[in-house]
């Protein structure tokens, strides 16, 4: 990879960017600003969600930019409350009404349980899949995945779907690897994407980091974001100024050594979100 534009080909064929652009939390007054800007300093590939309430924004803002909707990848979610059979249809088309859109590039389950004790989730989420695949096969979607699904979540889905899932969205930084899941996904030909790739800030202060951004002379966020790109897995980052936004698209100029990559491969628990699937999210 050599650019933000170079892309990973999913086991379906689609080619998707390397780097994408998060849109959480973008959901205040000056969101759409932040897209543009975002559009302006290159990025073209936007993952969103009907949870953050920023596809509108995302809409609106490749509408203003007058480059062809082609030329985007975009990519949504459905929320936990939109899962189920008859739900997915109903979401699936609010969101491409939402994003001004007839198709997506890619559409994903946000979480594969609604909550922590919610029992029968093998089903809901067999459920869910079966409406995917279906707007999949209609041509509606060109690829869809799952979102902060481990392997015993992806497995109740494998064992029963006719498409396999082509990515799986999870949190994925320096200080927070989630090993299992990442090499049960890489070995099944399932990209794996890093939502909160530099750990919402949290992981910036920590003195390895620190270390290495200064070793390498980039900043601890390029740091993190370089990371990602080469364990194979695309990162999400967000922000809301121009100078990182194209700061972290200047990943591709440096390469970390092996041993400064397992050094970040087994260092210390930093910076969890606190949010697991199976369980109520832990407060920090
Ligand atoms: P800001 O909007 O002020 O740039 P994550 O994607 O890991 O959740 O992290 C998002 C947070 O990281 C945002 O608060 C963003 O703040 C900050 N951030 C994004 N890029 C950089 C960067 N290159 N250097 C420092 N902080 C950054």
């Not at 698209?249 to 397992?262: G, H, K, P, R, V």
């Amino acid at each position: 990879m050599n650019s933000i534009h170079d892309c990973y080909t999913l086991s379906n064929g689609v080619r998707i960017p390397s780097v994408g652009f998060g849109t959480y939390k973008a959901a205040d007054g000056k969101s759409i600003e932040i897209l543009k800007i975002a559009i302006e300093t290159g990025y073209r590939y936007f993952d969103t969600a009907s949870f953050y309430g920023t596809e509108t924004f995302v809409r609106d803002a490749i509408k203003d930019s007058g480059i062809r909707r082609e030329d985007f990848f975009i990519a949504s979610k459905l929320w936990k409350d939109e899962m189920g059979y008859e739900n997915v249809k109903q979401a699936f088309a609010r969101t491409l009404e939402n994003l001004g859109t007839n198709y997506l590039d890619l559409y994903l389950i946000h979480w594969p349980l609604p909550a922590p004790d919610y029992e029968d989730w093998k089903t809901l989420n067999t459920e869910t899949w079966r409406a995917l695949e279906e707007l999949y096969e209609e041509g509606k979607i060109r690829a869809i995945g799952l979102s902060n699904f481990l392997p015993h979540h992806i497995e109740n889905i494998v064992k029963s779907c006719k498409v396999k899932p082509m990515v799986n969205q999870l949190e994925f930084h320096p200080g927070y690897t989630q090993e299992a899941a990442v090499r049960y996904c890489q070995e099944r030909g399932i990209l794996v994407q890093a939502w909160s790739p530099i750990g919402r800030g949290r992981v910036l202060a920590d003195a390895m980091m620190l270390e290495m951004a200064e070793k390498y002379q980039v900043s601890t966020a390029q740091i993190c974001l370089r990371y990602a790109l080469q364990r194979g897995i695309v990162p999400l980052p967000k922000s809301s100024t121009a100078e990182r936004m194209r700061q972290n698209q200047d990943i591709f100029a440096f390469e970390l050594s092996q041993e400064d990559m397992y050094r970040i491969d087994t260092m210390p628990q930093t910076g969890w979100s606190g949010e697991h699937p199976d369980r109520e999210r832990m407060k920090f």
